[in-house]
């Protein structure tokens, strides 16, 4: 039986503690033992990327984590349209990292365009052990690819 939680936090550093917080009590909560250090790292980076880059002035970001059986979605949503950018930072780089932990820790990872303003950037987990079947992936009304930068 599928199963959703979320919450919203305010824009401010803090947060990123908390949401990574929320996920732990989350995954607690459904007894999940597999892929909870890799969702933990992803909320992380999502939550920091939706602070620093997604969050205009009086806004915040939602995390939302639901669970069917197989899988875990992760999705940060954050009230900017401006899509996140998978980059190749050099190993002199101080920042740059978040999004290829997240592709190299998710099984499948994307951003969802919101109307009228912002998006939503998900990531999936499969948790084998703990369930059996996939989350429906995304419907067709979206381009939900990552953007790579060459």
Known sequence: M????????????????????????????????????????????LATNAVIHGTAPGHGFL???????GCVRLEVHDCRRQRPVLRE???????????TLVAA???EWGVKDRTPLGKITWSCFKTAGDAAQPISPPGPDHDDRPVEVP
Do not use: K, N
């Open 89 to 99: 930072p050099t190993a002199t780089d101080l920042s740059g990292r978040g999004l």
């Open 63 to 69: 995390v939302r984590l639901d669970i069917d059986d």
């Open 2 to 45: 599928p199963e959703s939680l979320q919450q919203f936090f305010d824009a401010r550093h803090q947060s990123v503690r908390q949401a990574r917080e929320f996920a732990t009590r989350t995954l607690d909560g459904w007894g999940l033992r597999t892929r909870t250090e890799d969702i933990r790292l992803c909320v992380s980076e």
């Open 105 to 107: 820790l998710s099984d």
